[in-house]
């Protein structure tokens, strides 16, 4: 395959995909239905869909736990007024709900210490983590100007959005649509994770841990989870590979006997030939793994 940079934008039952993985505890997944419920209209047209959709759930799995309730019973009324909560007044946060997210996710497991005090949250808890994180550029010299995290900018967002939404509105809206489901992709080639910032890049190649393999394996993403097997059989993860980064990768590949593109919410299995580029994780999300002046 060759690789392409045009954007691409992600259909509903995608966006799902990338939240739900297939041991997600039903709690979850009914948040994520519920939420995708509430933004089918005009979800082409909604700009950071993916964080939109994550922010949305979270919240709606925060009140059901919080009410004892499912996600779907949870009164649109009460979102609402969730999303409206004060935010930090320096940097209009939303302190206060992120908070409350977070001791929802504690309560119900999604996020512990192991025994050896190692962190040992569940997928669940990395939708949150990379929707809190404030990506800012390692250079001092990168133009990159640190940001609200994409929380913030969900919030904000979904408030406007969901204003003129009420009890009655939101009865008559369509159920949503199942999720996307896991992807396994066989790579011929290196793995190789790309970050880049300011002045500096750096290309580093994915390696088996047990047997230093580095050509030819396969990458299995399960929601925002992504797990390696080399050729040689060893299945491990890497701290650098994430599901929604090897998506945004694989949308950008096409096929090499035509310009049809592969879809990056694709499920089932496909081969990649050659190399195959991933942004890290510690990028924005839709980093090009494939910059121009990147050799």
């Known amino acids: 395959m060759t690789h392409d940079t045009v954007p691409t934008r992600r259909t509903l039952p995608d966006a799902m995909g990338y939240l739900v993985a297939s041991s997600a505890p039903p709690p979850w997944r009914e948040a994520v239905a519920r939420a995708a419920q509430l933004l089918t209209p005009g979800w082409d047209d909604l700009r950071g869909q993916g964080s939109m959709l994550g922010t949305l759930a979270l919240a709606l799995y925060t009140l059901a736990h919080e009410r004892q309730q499912t996600a779907a019973d949870v009164?649109?009324?009460?979102?609402?007024e969730a999303l409206e909560q004060q935010g930090h007044p320096h940097t209009s946060e939303p302190?206060?709900?992120?908070?409350?997210?977070?001791?929802?996710?504690?309560a119900t497991g999604q996020y512990r210490w192991g025994p050896d005090l190692q962190f040992d949250g569940t997928a669940v808890w990395r939708v949150y983590r990379d929707l809190v994180?404030?990506?800012?550029?390692?250079?001092?010299?990168?133009?990159?100007?640190?940001?609200p995290t994409d929380l913030c900018r969900a919030v904000h967002r979904l408030q406007e959005l969901l204003a003129g939404l009420d009890a009655d509105r939101a009865m008559l809206l369509p159920e949503a649509p199942e999720p996307t489901g896991p992807i396994r992709i066989t790579v011929t080639g290196w793995v190789r994770t790309v970050r880049y910032g300011g002045a500096s890049a750096a290309s580093i190649s994915v390696r088996c841990p047990t047997c230093n393999a580095l050509e030819g394996g396969t990458l299995l993403v399960d929601g925002p989870?992504?797990?390696?097997?080399?050729?040689?059989?060893?299945?491990?993860?890497?701290?650098?590979l994430s599901g929604p980064h090897i998506r945004n990768a694989l949308a950008q590949c096409v096929y090499p006997e035509g310009d049809t593109r592969v879809p990056g919410g694709a499920s089932g299995s496909i081969t990649v030939q050659g190399e195959f580029r991933v942004a890290s994780s510690s990028m924005p999300e839709h980093a090009?793994?494939?910059p121009a002046w990147f050799v």
């Open 133 to 147: 994180h404030d990506w800012s550029p390692e250079e001092e010299t990168s133009d990159s100007e640190p940001g």
């Open 75 to 80: 009164p649109v009324e009460v979102v609402q």
């Open 225 to 240: 989870d992504a797990t390696c097997t080399c050729a040689n059989g060893h299945t491990f993860t890497q701290p650098t």
């Open 288 to 290: 090009d793994p494939w």
């Open 95 to 106: 302190c206060e709900l992120q908070q409350r997210m977070k001791d929802a996710l504690t």
